[in-house]
């Protein structure tokens, strides 16, 4: 019989066994799936409809307007305006590359800006959106939007960007903004504040206030849920869930814009016959009554909305080879000896060592003094001057008399009574001291010199007429103009509130000298520039607005006479860097000051000449619109005042 019509007991027991394990296994696996598809389906439902959720809705950073920096009237100086930018979300665009070919048959990306984007998307990751473009016109705006359904991972984007109405007008007391760097991120104290320095295009203060008051001006980041679909693109904007960004505090400062604008222009005129034709030039104008800086020049200078949209390299190269110093803030980082401005700290010292104002010296135009002449600027000589006509004619032999006698030490604190040789919490960085040189001081410079650390008197002959190691800033002469204006020790300030909040001006006090002394200094700044003095053609014809000034002329270089044999025998024979410093300072009304002005015009050779000239063209704006009449700026319009403007 065939093997086939037999039962075999062992293999039906071998396949019952498999087929119990075949269907044990089924079962198995089919309670394993319902269990997963229970917890998936019923148990975690709700989690995963949350991640579900998540999925399609994205959580956006809003990202705050920056505080506008105003002036005493509410003439922005730094505002906001739109941006028309375009953003970049790498992971949703696949191709980067291909994004950016696409773009740049729009808008051209350099290969520098290429390198830079992707330098970005590895720095801040994949899901981080890059901007690649701002700035953009509206025309092309508009293409880019219209070619969006081929530009997968593009956001086209109305951002805000920093706007400087005056340009360089206000590049040294603004400063600007500029892209954040790793070192910014660094400095932050918290995760919501690098989140939000990492937001595309997000600018911080550089230089000058924008820089200073970094923290006030950023304001408060807000949120906003939108909704995405399967390529990541928005679709809705949630705005109900939106917590509103808070715009920055609103900065007033003393400034007056319009007397800066004018300040500026007056820098710059070119003086006739003087090449270069270029000026560089500071100027600074003061309230003496409650220190408020109202002009803050120096020219020629930058201007910050190029650093704002990134500066072009030969621009950057241009502005730091320039002769001229067009990133240096002359008026508080310019360091010029302040020549016979100064004088009028030597005759307050003078009279405080017991010399009379009625006095005379003689002048024949030198004396000789240890193993040297020493001259005054007047060949001829002034003949007999007392110290009123010493101001008047700026005599140097007067001073030299009175220099052969008098202590360092107290001319040193005479000139630092009246602002020199200190710097002012104005918030704006690089201020310089300048030097008030006395024994201490020489005894410190020349530390690794034993030989040379004593005062010789000759050297007081030097500083006496604002030569020698004496140095100054224009901030330094504005302040020190205002002090012999009211006796009082009145403090420069550039910010008036920071938002709603206003600190008081508090009145200086007095000055602890005889006041006697000043007025004599007065007297002589008086016939200066009103009585036929070295500055007769810097007067104010109007009567109510009498300008008392003096003159200042400082050494650059020495001509030698290998010079002379070679024709150089006049500061205008010289190079335009090795010429005489123009200084000159005053105040005004001379009965009832209220104004005081410093002007310093480098290599502009006479303080008659150059510098004179241009500050009374500055006090006659100041005296024709005559600011401290005016009501500044309330700080309870300070929010009015801070609107995006469109640009």
């Not at 300048?434 to 024994?439: A, E, F, L, T």
């Not at 024979?573 to 104004?595: Q, T």
Request: aromatic fraction near 8%.
């Amino acid at each position: 019989m065939s093997r086939f019509g037999h039962h075999d007991p062992e293999r039906q027991e071998v396949v019952s066994r498999r087929t119990v394990l075949f269907g044990g296994g089924v079962g198995l696996l089919f309670a394993g799936v319902t269990a997963r598809l229970y917890q998936l389906q019923v148990a975690d439902h709700q989690k995963y409809l949350d991640l579900a959720q998540e999925n399609q809705f994205n959580r956006r950073i809003l990202t705050p307007l920056r505080g506008e920096i105003v002036d005493r009237f509410g003439v922005p100086l730094a505002s906001n305006r739109k941006n028309f930018r375009v953003l970049l979300v790498p992971e949703q665009a696949r191709d980067v590359d291909a994004a950016l070919d696409k773009i740049s048959e729009i808008t051209p990306i350099s290969e520098e800006r290429r390198a830079r984007i992707m330098r970005e998307i590895r720095r801040r990751g994949a899901f981080t959106p890059i901007q690649i473009a701002d700035n953009l016109s509206w025309e092309d705006f508009s293409k880019i939007n219209f070619q969006l359904p081929h530009l997968g991972g593009v956001l086209p984007d109305v951002g805000e960007t920093r706007d400087y109405p005056i340009g360089s007008g206000s590049a040294f007391v603004i400063g600007y903004v500029g892209a954040v760097t790793e070192r910014d991120l660094a400095e932050q104290e918290t995760d919501a504040d690098r989140v939000l320095l990492r937001q595309p295009g997000f600018k911080v203060g550089r230089e000058g206030l924008e820089r200073t008051y970094e923290s006030e001006l950023r304001g408060g980041a807000g949120a906003m849920n939108v909704k995405i679909n399967a390529h990541g693109r928005v679709i809705e904007e949630l705005a109900d869930s939106a917590v509103a960004p808070v715009q920055g505090k609103t900065l007033a400062l003393t400034i007056d814009a319009e007397l800066q604008t004018h300040a500026m222009e007056v820098l710059a005129e070119p003086a006739e016959g003087i090449e270069p034709p270029t000026q560089s030039a500071a100027a600074v104008v003061m309230d003496v009554i409650t220190g408020d800086i109202l002009v803050l020049a120096s020219t020629p200078a930058f201007n910050p909305n190029d650093f704002n949209v990134g500066i072009d390299p030969d621009l950057w190269r241009d502005l730091n080879q320039s002769p001229f110093k067009p990133l240096l803030n002359k008026p508080l980082s310019g360091v010029y000896p302040p020549g016979s401005t100064f004088k009028m700290i030597s005759a307050i010292a003078a009279q405080r060592a017991g010399v009379r104002p009625s006095q005379t010296a003689y002048c024949p135009g030198r004396i000789w003094y240890g193993n040297r002449y020493f001259h005054c600027w007047k060949r001829g000589g002034h003949g007999n001057v007392d110290m009123k006509g010493s101001l008047k004619h700026s005599c140097d032999v007067f001073y030299y008399e009175i220099a052969k006698t008098l202590d360092i030490d107290l001319l040193a604190d005479t000139a630092r009574k009246f602002g020199l040789g200190q710097t002012y919490e104005l918030g704006i960085s690089g201020q310089q001291k300048g030097v008030v040189p006395d024994r201490d001081w020489k005894r410190q410079y020349f530390a690794g010199n034993p030989e040379n650390q004593s005062w010789f008197q000759g050297e007081t002959l030097s500083c006496i007429i604002g030569q020698g190691y004496v140095t100054s800033t224009p901030l330094q002469l504005a302040v020190m103009a205002s002090r012999v204006a009211t006796g009082r020790a009145v403090r420069p300030r550039l910010l008036r509130a920071v938002g709603e909040i206003v600190p008081p001006a508090p009145q200086a006090p007095l000055i602890d000298i005889d006041h006697k002394y000043l007025d004599v200094v007065r007297a002589g700044m008086n016939a200066v520039t009103n009585e036929y003095g070295t500055a007769a053609r810097s007067r104010l014809e109007d009567p109510e607005w009498q300008m008392a000034g003096k003159t200042g002329t400082s050494q650059v270089y020495q001509i030698t006479a290998e010079d002379r044999a070679r024709g150089l025998s006049e500061p205008e024979d010289l190079p335009w860097g090795r010429r005489d410093h123009a200084l000159f300072v005053s105040y005004m009304p001379y009965e009832n000051p209220r104004y005081a002005c410093a002007v310093v015009v480098e290599h502009g050779i006479g303080g008659a000449r150059m510098a004179g000239p241009k500050a009374r063209d500055i006090m006659r704006a100041v005296a024709e619109k005559d600011p401290a009449s005016k009501t500044p700026l309330d700080p309870r319009t300070l929010a009015r005042a801070s609107t995006t403007r469109e640009g």
